[in-house]
Protein backbone atom coordinates (compact mmCIF):
# COMPACT_ATOMS: atom_id res chain seq x y z
CA UNK A 1 0.00 0.00 0.00
CA UNK A 2 3.00 2.42 0.42
CA UNK A 3 3.49 2.34 -3.38
CA UNK A 4 -0.23 3.51 -3.53
CA UNK A 5 0.01 5.85 -1.41
CA UNK A 6 3.07 7.63 -2.75
CA UNK A 7 1.28 7.44 -6.44
CA UNK A 8 -1.87 9.34 -4.37
CA UNK A 9 0.60 11.95 -3.17
CA UNK A 10 2.32 12.46 -6.25
CA UNK A 11 -1.18 12.44 -8.15
CA UNK A 12 -2.57 15.49 -5.83
CA UNK A 13 0.61 17.54 -6.46
CA UNK A 14 0.50 17.22 -9.92
CA UNK A 15 -3.04 17.89 -9.84
CA UNK A 16 -2.73 20.97 -7.57
CA UNK A 17 -0.02 22.23 -10.28
CA UNK A 18 -2.75 21.93 -12.65
CA UNK A 19 -5.33 24.07 -11.35
CA UNK A 20 -3.00 26.87 -10.08
CA UNK A 21 -2.06 26.80 -13.38
CA UNK A 22 -6.16 26.83 -14.62
CA UNK A 23 -6.68 29.46 -12.39
CA UNK A 24 -4.71 31.65 -14.37
CA UNK A 25 -5.77 30.54 -17.67
CA UNK A 26 -8.51 33.01 -18.58
CA UNK A 27 -5.95 35.97 -18.27
CA UNK A 28 -3.56 34.41 -20.73
CA UNK A 29 -6.15 33.15 -23.50
CA UNK A 30 -4.79 34.57 -27.13
CA UNK A 31 -6.83 37.48 -28.31
CA UNK A 32 -8.05 35.81 -31.09
CA UNK A 33 -9.39 33.17 -29.14
CA UNK A 34 -11.16 35.37 -26.45
CA UNK A 35 -13.17 37.13 -29.21
CA UNK A 36 -13.97 33.81 -30.71
CA UNK A 37 -15.27 32.98 -27.20
CA UNK A 38 -17.21 36.26 -27.17
CA UNK A 39 -18.99 35.98 -30.48
CA UNK A 40 -19.78 32.50 -29.47
CA UNK A 41 -21.51 34.09 -26.10
CA UNK A 42 -19.05 32.00 -24.44
CA UNK A 43 -17.81 33.15 -20.70
CA UNK A 44 -13.57 32.73 -20.56
CA UNK A 45 -13.49 31.67 -16.86
CA UNK A 46 -15.14 28.11 -17.88
CA UNK A 47 -11.79 27.06 -18.76
CA UNK A 48 -10.54 27.86 -15.02
CA UNK A 49 -12.36 25.00 -14.10
CA UNK A 50 -10.41 21.97 -16.76
CA UNK A 51 -8.31 21.23 -14.20
CA UNK A 52 -11.16 20.57 -11.69
CA UNK A 53 -12.99 18.08 -14.07
CA UNK A 54 -13.79 14.47 -12.52
CA UNK A 55 -12.29 11.36 -14.82
CA UNK A 56 -14.22 8.75 -15.49
CA UNK A 57 -14.39 4.98 -16.12
CA UNK A 58 -16.51 2.17 -17.45
CA UNK A 59 -16.23 -0.97 -15.43
CA UNK A 60 -17.08 -4.04 -18.04
CA UNK A 61 -20.25 -5.16 -17.63
CA UNK A 62 -19.50 -8.84 -17.59
CA UNK A 63 -16.49 -8.51 -14.93
CA UNK A 64 -17.03 -9.02 -10.99
CA UNK A 65 -15.36 -5.89 -9.61
CA UNK A 66 -15.39 -4.94 -6.45
CA UNK A 67 -15.50 -1.46 -6.20
CA UNK A 68 -14.86 -1.06 -2.36
CA UNK A 69 -11.38 -2.60 -3.35
CA UNK A 70 -10.87 -0.48 -6.02
CA UNK A 71 -11.61 3.16 -3.78
CA UNK A 72 -9.20 1.58 -1.39
CA UNK A 73 -6.36 0.56 -3.42
CA UNK A 74 -6.89 3.85 -5.24
CA UNK A 75 -7.50 5.83 -1.76
CA UNK A 76 -10.44 7.92 -3.05
CA UNK A 77 -14.53 7.46 -3.45
CA UNK A 78 -15.91 6.27 -7.20
CA UNK A 79 -19.22 7.82 -7.90
CA UNK A 80 -21.28 6.08 -9.60
CA UNK A 81 -23.17 7.73 -12.89
CA UNK A 82 -26.92 7.29 -12.49
CA UNK A 83 -27.83 8.18 -15.70
CA UNK A 84 -24.78 6.24 -17.32
CA UNK A 85 -24.57 2.35 -16.38
CA UNK A 86 -20.96 1.45 -15.56
CA UNK A 87 -20.06 4.32 -16.06
CA UNK A 88 -17.74 5.84 -12.45
CA UNK A 89 -16.56 9.16 -11.95
CA UNK A 90 -13.37 10.22 -10.01
CA UNK A 91 -11.02 12.85 -9.23
CA UNK A 92 -8.93 14.30 -11.56
CA UNK A 93 -6.13 12.89 -9.38
CA UNK A 94 -6.55 9.37 -10.17
CA UNK A 95 -4.24 7.10 -11.71
CA UNK A 96 -6.24 3.80 -12.88
CA UNK A 97 -3.39 2.54 -14.58
CA UNK A 98 -1.28 1.07 -12.12
CA UNK A 99 -5.10 -0.70 -10.13
CA UNK A 100 -5.33 -4.66 -10.42
CA UNK A 101 -8.70 -4.04 -12.10
CA UNK A 102 -7.05 -2.08 -14.52
CA UNK A 103 -4.40 -4.42 -15.57
CA UNK A 104 -6.73 -7.76 -15.62
CA UNK A 105 -9.06 -5.70 -18.16
CA UNK A 106 -12.14 -5.09 -16.01
CA UNK A 107 -12.39 -1.66 -16.63
CA UNK A 108 -10.95 1.24 -18.44
CA UNK A 109 -10.86 4.87 -18.82
CA UNK A 110 -13.43 6.59 -21.15
CA UNK A 111 -15.12 10.25 -21.17
CA UNK A 112 -18.70 10.18 -20.05
CA UNK A 113 -19.50 12.18 -23.19
CA UNK A 114 -18.21 9.24 -25.53
CA UNK A 115 -20.48 6.82 -23.51
CA UNK A 116 -23.25 9.12 -24.17
CA UNK A 117 -22.52 8.99 -27.65
CA UNK A 118 -22.45 5.21 -27.71
CA UNK A 119 -25.25 4.76 -25.24
CA UNK A 120 -27.73 7.21 -28.05
CA UNK A 121 -27.53 4.72 -30.49
CA UNK A 122 -29.59 1.66 -27.90
CA UNK A 123 -27.39 -0.93 -29.20
CA UNK A 124 -29.13 -4.39 -29.43
CA UNK A 125 -28.26 -7.68 -29.58
CA UNK A 126 -28.04 -8.41 -33.34
CA UNK A 127 -27.38 -4.86 -34.81
CA UNK A 128 -24.90 -4.47 -37.56
CA UNK A 129 -22.74 -1.75 -36.42
CA UNK A 130 -20.71 0.90 -38.36
CA UNK A 131 -18.25 3.18 -36.60
CA UNK A 132 -16.80 6.09 -39.16
CA UNK A 133 -14.12 7.46 -36.69
CA UNK A 134 -12.84 4.94 -34.12
CA UNK A 135 -10.03 5.72 -32.61
CA UNK A 136 -8.92 5.30 -29.68
CA UNK A 137 -11.37 2.63 -28.78
CA UNK A 138 -13.20 3.09 -25.62
CA UNK A 139 -16.41 3.36 -27.57
CA UNK A 140 -15.79 0.32 -30.06
CA UNK A 141 -15.40 -1.58 -26.80
CA UNK A 142 -18.73 -0.11 -25.44
CA UNK A 143 -20.48 -0.92 -28.63
CA UNK A 144 -19.02 -4.34 -28.72
CA UNK A 145 -20.13 -5.53 -25.39
CA UNK A 146 -23.66 -4.32 -25.98
CA UNK A 147 -23.60 -6.05 -29.44
CA UNK A 148 -23.71 -9.33 -26.83
CA UNK A 149 -23.36 -12.15 -28.92
CA UNK A 150 -24.76 -11.70 -32.45
CA UNK A 151 -24.51 -9.24 -35.00
CA UNK A 152 -21.65 -7.12 -36.04
CA UNK A 153 -19.21 -4.26 -35.75
CA UNK A 154 -17.39 -2.21 -38.42
CA UNK A 155 -15.08 0.52 -37.68
CA UNK A 156 -13.33 2.79 -39.73
CA UNK A 157 -10.07 4.90 -39.02
CA UNK A 158 -7.62 6.71 -41.63
CA UNK A 159 -4.59 6.63 -39.07
CA UNK A 160 -2.96 3.26 -38.63
CA UNK A 161 -1.05 4.36 -34.93
CA UNK A 162 -4.63 4.77 -33.71
CA UNK A 163 -5.97 1.91 -35.56
CA UNK A 164 -3.41 -0.32 -33.88
CA UNK A 165 -4.50 1.64 -30.39
CA UNK A 166 -8.02 0.19 -31.18
CA UNK A 167 -7.04 -3.14 -31.85
CA UNK A 168 -4.77 -3.44 -28.96
CA UNK A 169 -7.83 -2.67 -26.91
CA UNK A 170 -10.43 -4.75 -28.25
CA UNK A 171 -7.85 -7.78 -28.29
CA UNK A 172 -6.80 -6.73 -24.35
CA UNK A 173 -10.60 -6.57 -23.64
CA UNK A 174 -11.54 -9.69 -24.92
CA UNK A 175 -13.84 -7.65 -27.22
CA UNK A 176 -12.75 -8.27 -30.80
CA UNK A 177 -14.76 -11.51 -32.08
CA UNK A 178 -17.67 -9.81 -33.78
CA UNK A 179 -15.51 -6.74 -35.34
CA UNK A 180 -13.71 -5.87 -38.35
CA UNK A 181 -11.39 -2.68 -38.04
CA UNK A 182 -10.45 -1.17 -41.32
CA UNK A 183 -7.69 1.45 -42.23
CA UNK A 184 -9.42 3.55 -44.77
CA UNK A 185 -11.35 7.00 -45.38
CA UNK A 186 -14.67 6.97 -43.40
CA UNK A 187 -15.96 9.78 -45.68
CA UNK A 188 -15.64 7.15 -48.72
CA UNK A 189 -16.19 4.14 -46.93
CA UNK A 190 -18.51 1.59 -48.68
CA UNK A 191 -18.33 -1.55 -47.86
CA UNK A 192 -21.51 -3.64 -46.39
CA UNK A 193 -21.79 -5.38 -43.24
CA UNK A 194 -21.51 -9.24 -43.33
CA UNK A 195 -23.02 -11.97 -40.77
CA UNK A 196 -25.95 -12.27 -43.53
CA UNK A 197 -27.24 -8.80 -43.35
CA UNK A 198 -29.02 -6.32 -41.35
CA UNK A 199 -31.24 -7.07 -38.32
CA UNK A 200 -33.89 -4.70 -39.99
CA UNK A 201 -33.48 -5.23 -43.53
CA UNK A 202 -32.17 -8.75 -44.00
CA UNK A 203 -30.07 -9.52 -46.70
CA UNK A 204 -27.47 -12.35 -47.42
CA UNK A 205 -23.64 -11.74 -48.04
CA UNK A 206 -23.68 -14.93 -50.28
CA UNK A 207 -20.69 -17.32 -50.00
CA UNK A 208 -20.54 -19.39 -53.25
CA UNK A 209 -16.92 -20.65 -53.03
CA UNK A 210 -16.23 -24.53 -53.96
CA UNK A 211 -14.56 -26.98 -52.32
CA UNK A 212 -11.21 -26.89 -53.97
CA UNK A 213 -10.50 -23.34 -53.36
CA UNK A 214 -7.32 -22.63 -51.25
CA UNK A 215 -7.62 -21.05 -47.93
CA UNK A 216 -5.82 -17.55 -47.75
CA UNK A 217 -3.40 -16.26 -44.43
CA UNK A 218 -5.44 -13.61 -43.23
CA UNK A 219 -4.01 -10.54 -45.25
CA UNK A 220 -6.25 -8.41 -47.69
CA UNK A 221 -5.36 -9.89 -50.63
CA UNK A 222 -5.52 -7.33 -53.78
CA UNK A 223 -4.08 -9.44 -56.86
CA UNK A 224 -7.45 -9.19 -58.64
CA UNK A 225 -6.70 -12.90 -60.12
CA UNK A 226 -7.37 -14.06 -57.21
CA UNK A 227 -9.85 -11.85 -55.49
CA UNK A 228 -12.54 -14.67 -56.86
CA UNK A 229 -10.85 -17.92 -55.32
CA UNK A 230 -8.75 -16.62 -52.22
CA UNK A 231 -10.91 -16.90 -48.82
CA UNK A 232 -10.21 -15.65 -45.42
CA UNK A 233 -8.42 -17.75 -42.97
CA UNK A 234 -8.31 -17.28 -38.88
CA UNK A 235 -6.56 -13.47 -38.22
CA UNK A 236 -2.98 -13.61 -36.98
CA UNK A 237 -1.47 -10.83 -35.24
CA UNK A 238 1.85 -9.81 -37.19
CA UNK A 239 1.79 -8.62 -41.02
CA UNK A 240 1.53 -11.45 -43.59
CA UNK A 241 3.48 -11.99 -46.66
CA UNK A 242 0.74 -10.89 -48.60
CA UNK A 243 0.16 -7.91 -46.53
CA UNK A 244 4.31 -6.94 -46.52
CA UNK A 245 4.38 -7.48 -50.40
CA UNK A 246 1.78 -5.20 -50.36
CA UNK A 247 3.04 -2.62 -48.14
CA UNK A 248 6.32 -2.67 -50.70
CA UNK A 249 4.16 -2.30 -53.84
CA UNK A 250 2.76 0.68 -52.31
CA UNK A 251 5.57 2.13 -51.40
CA UNK A 252 7.42 1.42 -54.84
CA UNK A 253 4.03 3.14 -56.19
CA UNK A 254 4.01 6.05 -54.20
CA UNK A 255 0.97 4.74 -52.64
CA UNK A 256 0.08 6.33 -49.27
CA UNK A 257 -0.34 3.40 -46.70
CA UNK A 258 -3.62 4.80 -44.92
CA UNK A 259 -5.48 2.67 -47.30
CA UNK A 260 -4.93 0.04 -49.72
CA UNK A 261 -3.17 0.06 -52.68
CA UNK A 262 -5.99 0.21 -55.00
CA UNK A 263 -7.73 2.19 -53.01
CA UNK A 264 -9.96 -0.10 -50.83
CA UNK A 265 -9.54 0.57 -47.59
CA UNK A 266 -7.58 -2.37 -45.24
CA UNK A 267 -8.75 -4.81 -43.61
CA UNK A 268 -7.00 -4.28 -40.39
CA UNK A 269 -7.92 -6.89 -37.97
CA UNK A 270 -11.15 -9.05 -37.62
CA UNK A 271 -12.82 -11.28 -35.17
CA UNK A 272 -13.64 -14.83 -35.43
CA UNK A 273 -16.82 -14.38 -35.68
CA UNK A 274 -16.79 -11.27 -37.50
CA UNK A 275 -18.12 -12.80 -40.33
CA UNK A 276 -14.71 -13.04 -42.67
CA UNK A 277 -13.51 -16.45 -41.59
CA UNK A 278 -14.28 -18.19 -44.72
CA UNK A 279 -15.31 -15.63 -46.91
CA UNK A 280 -13.90 -14.98 -50.34
CA UNK A 281 -12.36 -11.29 -50.56
CA UNK A 282 -14.57 -10.73 -53.28
CA UNK A 283 -17.67 -11.03 -50.71
CA UNK A 284 -16.26 -9.70 -47.82
CA UNK A 285 -14.91 -6.82 -49.89
CA UNK A 286 -18.79 -5.96 -51.26
CA UNK A 287 -19.19 -2.08 -52.02
CA UNK A 288 -22.33 -0.18 -51.45
CA UNK A 289 -22.74 1.34 -54.90
CA UNK A 290 -25.54 3.40 -53.61
CA UNK A 291 -28.39 4.59 -50.76
CA UNK A 292 -31.19 2.27 -52.46
CA UNK A 293 -28.56 -0.60 -51.79
CA UNK A 294 -28.14 0.24 -48.25
CA UNK A 295 -31.63 0.09 -47.78
CA UNK A 296 -31.95 -3.61 -48.27
CA UNK A 297 -27.99 -4.58 -46.28
CA UNK A 298 -26.65 -1.44 -45.04
CA UNK A 299 -26.15 -0.90 -41.35
CA UNK A 300 -28.81 -0.38 -38.33
CA UNK A 301 -26.73 1.87 -36.68
CA UNK A 302 -23.70 4.26 -37.18
CA UNK A 303 -21.90 6.61 -35.17
CA UNK A 304 -20.40 9.27 -36.39
CA UNK A 305 -18.19 11.11 -33.96
CA UNK A 306 -16.48 13.10 -35.95
CA UNK A 307 -12.91 15.36 -36.21
CA UNK A 308 -13.79 18.88 -34.15
CA UNK A 309 -12.35 21.84 -33.60
CA UNK A 310 -11.56 21.08 -29.84
CA UNK A 311 -12.70 24.66 -28.91
CA UNK A 312 -15.53 22.58 -26.66
CA UNK A 313 -12.77 20.76 -25.24
CA UNK A 314 -11.52 22.33 -21.86
CA UNK A 315 -9.39 20.16 -21.18
CA UNK A 316 -7.99 20.43 -24.24
CA UNK A 317 -7.90 23.87 -24.32
CA UNK A 318 -5.81 24.09 -21.36
CA UNK A 319 -3.07 22.02 -22.69
CA UNK A 320 -1.89 24.96 -24.83
CA UNK A 321 -0.92 26.76 -22.02
CA UNK A 322 2.37 24.62 -21.56
CA UNK A 323 2.59 24.12 -25.67
CA UNK A 324 2.50 27.46 -26.75
CA UNK A 325 -0.71 29.23 -28.08
CA UNK A 326 0.82 30.21 -31.30
CA UNK A 327 0.69 26.24 -32.20
CA UNK A 328 -2.98 26.57 -30.93
CA UNK A 329 -4.03 29.47 -32.99
CA UNK A 330 -2.25 27.84 -36.10
CA UNK A 331 -4.39 25.11 -35.66
CA UNK A 332 -7.25 25.77 -34.46
CA UNK A 333 -7.75 28.86 -35.06
CA UNK A 334 -7.21 29.12 -38.63
CA UNK A 335 -10.12 29.97 -41.07
CA UNK A 336 -9.02 27.60 -43.84
CA UNK A 337 -8.72 24.79 -41.45
CA UNK A 338 -11.86 25.06 -39.62
CA UNK A 339 -13.50 25.08 -43.44
CA UNK A 340 -12.00 22.03 -43.63
CA UNK A 341 -13.40 20.55 -40.43
CA UNK A 342 -16.55 21.31 -41.26
CA UNK A 343 -16.53 20.28 -44.99
CA UNK A 344 -14.95 16.91 -43.32
CA UNK A 345 -17.65 16.55 -40.84
CA UNK A 346 -20.73 16.85 -43.41
CA UNK A 347 -18.82 14.09 -45.65
CA UNK A 348 -18.65 11.84 -42.78
CA UNK A 349 -21.93 12.64 -41.89
CA UNK A 350 -23.61 12.19 -45.71
CA UNK A 351 -21.90 8.93 -46.08
CA UNK A 352 -22.93 7.50 -42.92
CA UNK A 353 -26.48 8.36 -43.92
CA UNK A 354 -26.29 6.32 -46.83
CA UNK A 355 -25.24 3.45 -45.52
CA UNK A 356 -28.09 3.51 -42.63
CA UNK A 357 -30.76 1.06 -43.13
CA UNK A 358 -34.69 2.18 -43.55
CA UNK A 359 -35.57 2.44 -39.86
CA UNK A 360 -31.57 2.43 -38.28
CA UNK A 361 -30.13 4.83 -36.19
CA UNK A 362 -27.57 7.50 -36.49
CA UNK A 363 -25.62 8.97 -34.15
CA UNK A 364 -23.24 12.27 -34.83
CA UNK A 365 -21.19 13.95 -32.01
CA UNK A 366 -18.62 16.06 -31.46
CA UNK A 367 -16.91 17.87 -28.56
CA UNK A 368 -19.85 20.40 -28.56
CA UNK A 369 -22.74 17.82 -29.37
CA UNK A 370 -24.65 14.98 -29.62
CA UNK A 371 -27.51 14.54 -32.15
CA UNK A 372 -29.50 11.49 -32.89
CA UNK A 373 -31.40 10.74 -36.30
CA UNK A 374 -32.95 7.24 -37.80
CA UNK A 375 -33.31 7.02 -41.54
CA UNK A 376 -37.00 6.44 -43.04
CA UNK A 377 -37.29 4.94 -46.02
CA UNK A 378 -39.34 7.34 -48.37
CA UNK A 379 -41.16 5.92 -51.66
CA UNK A 380 -42.25 7.95 -54.65
CA UNK A 381 -45.78 7.87 -55.61
Request: charged content about 20%; overall charge neutral; glycine content about 8%.
Amino acid sequence: MAAAAMASVRAQQACSRAIAMADQLPSTLPPAFLTFLKQNGLDASIYAAAATLPRYIRVQPRTSLDIPELEEELGLKLSPLAWLPNFFSLPPQAQIASTQAYQLGKLYGMDAASGAAVAALEISSGDHVLDLCAAPGAKLCMMAESLGDSGSLTAVDIARPRLAACRTMLLKYGLGRRTRLYLGDGTTFSLLPLNGGSKLCSASAGDDRSDDEDIGDGGFHKNPRMERKTVYGEWRSGRTRQEKRSAKRAKYLGIPLQTGVDGMPELFFYGIEAGVVGMKVADVARVCQDSNEASFSGYDKVLVDAECTHDGSLRHIVKYNEWGWDTFERRFLNEERIASITSLQLRLLSNGFRLLNPGGTLVYSTCRCIVSTSRTLFRMQ
